[in-house]
């Protein structure tokens, strides 16, 4: 049977699966089809669009366009071609953590069931879509008629059930071109919250992968070529089975890794006996430009207890503190080596005007404190089916305040995110391990890889897809501006 995975690209508050980062389900789902002997081939959004829409061709932009991010990340395969000999097509969707991605755009339910209706083979609908989909913050989940779909089904295994088709997995880097930044998962469900908007404690109790098994998979794309990694698909890093064993035998095992980093962090496990053990071998064992990414949501207490999360501002302040006395001095890549990143949500319940000024005082007393924070980010909540939220006042306080949002939002990226930007990059620090992405007008814009990198505009056209060092000579909001060292 020939099985194509078309992946629309999934983001969920564990899991990033938008290009460049490769996601856990088309590795799994290719990894089983091809253990069961089947064959199987992988197709994008992007390809499915390049076929669909453009016609198979490929134009470069002018000196006046951007790069058409919507058919950036295509595959070796020609969806035509493909498609044509396919007997079963799984869709892999869902977006629930809506972000703004550089060079690639995933595909919604609207955009990708008209695409896919004149296709005769059986189609099957899968991913985090499961749970809802919504691909802009602010919005109720997207409502679409699935019916074009003969199955609506997850592929989820128990981790003691994953291992071998997580490993055959790692062969789909064959029919990718470009470099990807793998996100391996360590665990599933949430091992401390219920918070309102989130969608982790609905899929799974919380279970960890095994370190074992986790530095298996690693090893298994680091065989097939791959040098990014990102342990990143998790809850709590800190939570996970073993983490300083992990990243140090990881680290003896693939040696010439370029990027090693995490993602998600419960500060509360941070500030616990153990923590900074573990924030000591994140800075030894991963590449530097590594962050924790703090689910903090709100430093309002009346938020946090209202939505049911898991920090309080008290404690979410001790683990910066924490992570910034290990992990702030810059690392071999010119970025600070390890710091705390933060994400901010609007319209959650009981927001009032109250929780953006408690916000800015917590955000100004960091700043103030001279501690570091590599990014803030901060979106509106997109209220998914059967959450907390949806169940109680749902987009009642979203509508109350959006008229807000864009001053609040504004206020934070000009008092603390420009001056701290400027704190972690002083003018003349040098940035190596840049890649060349992407154009917008004579602009080219260019990033490390890893977990949130920072964005860099560097006047001209640049050659894309290379290999740079770049000294800092300017700041914009959230992005430096740079010059490339001959
Ligand atoms: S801490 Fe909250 S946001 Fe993070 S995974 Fe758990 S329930 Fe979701």
Redesign the pocket.
Known sequence: MHYTILDCYTDE??GLGVPPYLGTYPRYIYGQLKTEGHTVSYLTIDDLRLWKNYGGVRREPTVKQKTNILVYNTTNNNARDILARTDVLIVIIGVHVPGKYLTALPGTLREVIPLLRELPMKKILTGPVIFGTQLEGGKLFENADLSLFDEIKDFTLPFDKLDQYAIAGAEILTQIPDKRVIEIETSR???????S?????LKSKFVNRSKDSVVQEVKAFYGRGARFIRLGKQ??FYSSDQPIEMLQEIRESCPDLEMLHID?V?PNFVVRPGGEEITKAIVEYCTSGNIAAF?I?SFDPAVVKAN???TMPAVAMKAIQIINKYGAKRGENGMPCFLPGINIIFGLLNETKETHQKNIEALTYILQDGLLLRRINIRQVAILPNTYIHQHGGHKYLLKNKKYYWKWRNEIRQTIDNPMLARILPKGTIIKDVWTEMYDGKTTFCRQMGTYPLVIGIKGRLPLKQKISVKVTGYMLRSVVGEVLS
């Not at 469900?189 to 918070?195: D, E, F």
């Open positions: 508050a564990s469900g949430c091992n401390v919250g219920k918070c908007f989130c969608t982790e404690p809850a709590d998600n419960n689910g949501e049911l999360l898991n």
